[in-house]
Nanobody, 114 residues
Framework: QVQLVESGGGLVQPGGSLRLSCVAS????????MAWYRQAPGKKREWVAT???????YYPVLVKGRFTISRDNAENTLYLQMNSLKLEDAASYYC????????WGQGTQVTVSS
């Protein structure tokens, strides 16, 4: 059974950093494309980062240069390092296994506030 469990969210000041983790079970994170998405209240879910099977990474302009997606195959965990956080980065963050039918975690809340 595929399961994704995110953690690492919390309250951070603008300009601060957080590292989100997503522990996977039921499959290996090294095999499929994996991604992070976020959703703020009243807004659509928004793509944040993707890491391909071969290790290539992709980001939208909004987070490029500030966020880094990575994975630890031994720990079967996906990460999202977020630096220089802005107020508009506040959202629930979700990891996803991409495929014919995406699998999602339950999300972890990131609050950016001074």
């Amino acid at each position: 059974q595929v399961q994704l469990v995110e953690s690492g969210g919390g309250l951070v000041q603008p300009g601060g950093s957080l590292r989100l983790s997503c522990v996977a079970s039921g499959f290996s994170v090294s095999n499929p494309d994996m991604a992070w998405y976020r959703q703020a209240p009243g807004k659509k879910r928004e793509w944040v980062a993707t890491i391909g099977k071969e290790g290539a990474t992709y980001y939208p302009v909004l987070v490029k240069g500030r966020f880094t997606i990575s994975r630890d195959n031994a720990e079967n965990t996906l990460y999202l390092q977020m630096n220089s956080l802005k107020l508009e980065d506040a959202a629930s963050y979700y990891c996803a296994r991409l495929g014919a039918q995406n699998s999602w975690g339950q999300g972890t809340q990131v609050t950016v506030s001074s």
